[in-house]
Each structure stands twice: as C-alpha cells, then as structure tokens.
C-alpha cells in the first residue's frame, strides 16, 4: 500500500511538471492580449486547413548566395518564413556561402542549437561559452566535417582555404532568429547612448563614435 502510495506521488509530480511546459519563444517576444477579437499574433503562424496543404508548402529551393560584400559571405536562411509547412517542426536550415576570407560574424540565434556541416573549402569556426569563463572552443573544419553551436551561445565561421566555401546549418527551431553582435551593438536603432559603450568597452568616445558612424552589412 505505500509502495502504492509513493508511486501515485511521484506520477503526479511529474505529470504536474509536463502540463507546466512552457513551448518556446518562436519571436522575440508575444505580448498577451486579453481582447480576443483583436488578438491577431500567435507564438509561431496561424495555421491552414490540412486539406488544403500542397507540395509547394513543404519546398523551398536555395540558391548560390552572393558574396560581395564587405565580409565575403552570404546567408541563405531556409527556416518558416520560406517554408510554412515548418510550421510547428521545430527545424530550420541556412546555406552559407563564403568567398576567400569570407566571414560570417560573431552572432547568436536566441531560439536555437545549430550543426553545421561543410559542404566545400575548409573554415575556421568557434563559439564563446558563457560568463564567467568565456572560453572560446575553436576548430578547423573541412569538407565534410560537422560542428556544433548551443543555442544562445556567440560563434562564427571564417574560410581559411585558398578558394570558396559552402556550408550547410542545421537549427533546431522554425523560426531561429539571429543576432550579429557587431551590427546590434553599433548598429541598433536608435543608437546606444555612448556613455554606455564606452564604459563597457573601455575605450575612448572617439572610438565608439567611429564605430557607430559605419554601416553594418548585414549578410541575412
């Protein structure tokens, strides 16, 4: 009888911890909103009809990305906005193209763990792991080679070959979003006040004020 007991404890604790599940954030933030009628966003897409799904609703197809550009890569995301039968999947992918030396910035995406899988060249890649370490892991990747990026966590990828480089990431969200630190930091709209930047930065009003005047290429 306790045996019994203990056990129909336990299941309700856990069943209590599956019904608290919260899905994850598909955008940057879903404002709730307590008038039904004018309630328009959803976490994700509204959805269609099953029945009238198509092929054309599952297939997307990837082109070359052009890289030139100011940091020699191009990023040709392939996530629901390009696919809605993604929708609800949870997957997305990118094709990365990089001419000699092209680069794809440090950057994060908020919602999502990527691996990524060179399909040409060789590329330098990293990530930084959170504070208070900050330790960078880095690894040179040729064809064929995979790696991966937690989610949430800065990282990058150089090409070191001597020609092009293609890759192919996969992210482990519909919509995985992506932030580029250096166009967020000196780039964002309105700017950050430069008092701020130059205390986290630790340099000069000159230097911040420099950084903010360039344009940023975003190469999403």
Known sequence: M????LFFTAFLALASCALAFD??????FCVAINDTNNGVFVNGKLCKDPKLATANDFFFSVKEGNTSNSLGSKVTPVAVNEI???NTLGISLARIDFASRGLNPPHTHPRA????????????????????QNRLITKVLNKGDVFVFPIGLIHFQLNVGYGNAVAIGGLSS?????????NAVFGS???ISSDVLTKAFQVDNKIVDNLQKQFWYDNN
Do not use: C, M, R
């Open 174 to 182: 519909q919509n995985p979003g992506v932030i580029t630190i250096a």
């Open 189 to 191: 709209n309105p700017k």
């Open 23 to 28: 899905p994850s954030p598909l955008q940057d």
């Open 84 to 86: 809605l039968g993604l």
């Open 2 to 5: 306790k045996s019994s007991y």
């Open 113 to 132: 763990t990527e691996i990524l899988i060179v399909l040409e060249g060789t590329l330098y890649v990293g990530f930084v792991t959170s504070n208070p």
